[in-house]
T-cell receptor, first 111, second 116 residues
């Protein structure tokens, strides 16, 4: 079956670091995406991992371990504007690469 | 470049009525996807077009849903007749290639459909 788990909600303080975890069990794997979504807006692409290891992009980094079915998104130097939902999505290799999403993690950044 | 555009942004219809959602992908993107998020659940795949052809429609819930992409440009998703459980946010996404590897898949802001 297909299952992607991530925490429902997290809170953090402005300027701090937060790690959002995602575990997945899917029949086929062809890459993992992280998206950011502000309420009422489009999900926006943050990162893509297909090989094990860490991908760094400015304040955001994403890590993947395929053997453990595990990824995390690391946000550094948190800003108030980082308050949003963060979506973990696995690309299904079996069927034309559709995305399978987790339910998302709502992050609230406080002053 | 212009992003993925969806119309309308909100729609409230009565059970049994018909609604048509429209998606304009980024120009030149052959791959177009429809997803939806029902209340409290995760975003789920509905179908995938490559140009005007349906590549994968395994996520379409039933035959009340009809998607088209005539000419390989914009796409429409028609729900007829609408049921209460069809309420949710319908997202469209497009990508240059089927992998979406470098830039990901670009999503529209969605159409919030409410069936009453």
């Amino acid at each position: 079956g297909q299952n992607i788990d991530q925490p429902t909600e997290m809170t953090a303080t402005e300027g701090a670091i937060v790690q959002i975890n995602c575990t997945y069990q899917t029949s086929g794997f062809n890459g993992l995406f992280w998206y950011q979504q502000h309420a009422g807006e489009a999900p926006t692409f943050l990162s893509y991992n297909v090989l094990d290891g860490l991908e760094e992009k400015g304040r955001f980094s994403s890590f993947l371990s395929r053997s453990k079915g595990y990824s995390y998104l690391l946000l550094k130097e948190l800003q108030m504007k980082d308050s949003a939902s963060y979506l973990c999505a696995v690309r299904d290799a079996r069927g034309y690469n559709k995305l399978i999403f987790g339910a998302g993690t709502r992050l609230a950044v406080h002053p | 470049e212009a992003g993925v555009t969806q119309f309308p942004s909100h729609s409230v219809i009565e059970k049994g009525q018909t609604v048509t959602l429209r998606c304009d992908p980024i120009s030149g993107h052959d791959n177009l996807y429809w997803y939806r998020r029902v209340m409290g659940k995760e975003i789920k795949f509905l179908l995938h077009f490559v140009k005007e052809s349906k590549q994968d429609e395994s996520g379409m819930p039933n035959n009340r849903f009809l998607a088209e992409r005539t000419g390989g440009t914009y796409s429409t998703l028609k729900v007829q007749p609408a049921e209460l459980e069809d309420s949710g946010v319908y997202f469209c996404a497009s990508s240059q290639d089927f992998r979406g590897a470098i830039y990901g898949y670009t999503f529209g802001s969605g159409t919030r459909l409410t069936v009453v």
